[in-house]
Nanobody
Framework: QVQLVESGGGLVQAGGSLSLSCAGS????????MGWFRQAPGKEREFVAA????????YYADSVKGRFTISRDNAKNTVYLQMNSLKFEDTAVYYC?????????????????WGQGTQVTVSS
């Protein structure tokens, strides 16, 4: 199994930046695809970003492309989400996720493992 714990959420002004971290445990962490999802009140969960097990390829939702960057450090068992130029509509609970399938599949398929979520609030 893989256990995931997010951190770094908080309140930030529109146009600002915030960095999220996801600490993982499990011997298979370094060989599993990782990603981030978010869910705003009254809205469905949506895909944000994903990264392959090696960190060589990344995928982004159109809504965050050019503003968010996903990365991972397998030596530290950690995946990151750097968020820049934040908008009010980015406000949501952000969830770290992992899948045994290909990273690209996270755009359309449920993940196998989930963190507890961390709140990101962007003020206008």
């Amino acid at each position: 199994q893989v256990q995931l714990v997010e951190s770094g959420g908080g309140l930030v002004q529109a146009g600002g930046s915030l960095s999220l971290s996801c600490a993982g445990s499990g011997r298979t962490f370094g060989s599993i695809a990782m990603g981030w999802f978010r869910q705003a009140p009254g809205k469905e969960r949506e895909f944000v970003a994903a990264i392959t097990w090696s960190g060589g390829t990344t995928y982004y939702a159109d809504s965050v492309k050019g503003r968010f960057t996903i990365s991972r450090d397998n030596a530290k068992n950690t995946v990151y989400l750097q968020m820049n130029s934040l908008k009010f509509e980015d406000t949501a609970v952000y969830y770290c996720a992992a899948t045994s399938r290909a990273a690209q599949s996270m755009r359309v398929a449920p993940a196998d493992y989930w963190g507890q979520g961390t709140q990101v609030t962007v003020s206008s």
